[in-house]
Nanobody, 126 residues
């Protein structure tokens, strides 16, 4: 089992940057595929980015490609989301998710993840 705690959210203007962090408990972090999802008010939770166990495979939503970068540090039990060129439509609560997997897979569907953090608010103003 793993517990996830996000940090790094905040308020920025259009074009700004933020770096989200997700710290995981436990000693088997490298056994988990990790991902970021987001949920805006009145909308469903949507996939943002995912990274495989070793970090060698990543996936991004089309809406964030070229602007966001997901990475992980297995020694520090942490996954990151670097967000650049932020837009007002990026405003949402951002959630970290984890799922124990075999191999270097990335998962983009929320229902496939068993473990979730509490979320961190990101607000982008125009």
């Amino acid at each position: 089992q793993v517990q996830l705690v996000e940090s790094g959210g905040g308020s920025v203007q259009t074009g700004g940057s933020l770096r989200l962090s997700c710290a995981a408990s436990g000693r088997t972090f490298s056994s988990y595929t990790m991902a970021w999802f987001r949920q805006a008010p009145g909308k469903e939770r949507e996939f943002v980015a995912a990274i495989s166990r070793s970090g060698g495979t990543t996936a991004y939503a089309d809406s964030v490609k070229g602007r966001f970068t997901i990475s992980r540090d297995n020694a520090q039990n942490t996954v990151y989301l670097q967000m650049n060129s932020l837009k007002p439509e990026d405003t949402a609560v951002y959630f970290c998710a984890a799922e124990r997997t075999i191999g270097q897979v990335v998962l983009t569907t929320p229902a496939l993840y068993h473990y979730w953090g509490q979320g961190t608010q990101v607000t982008v103003s125009s």
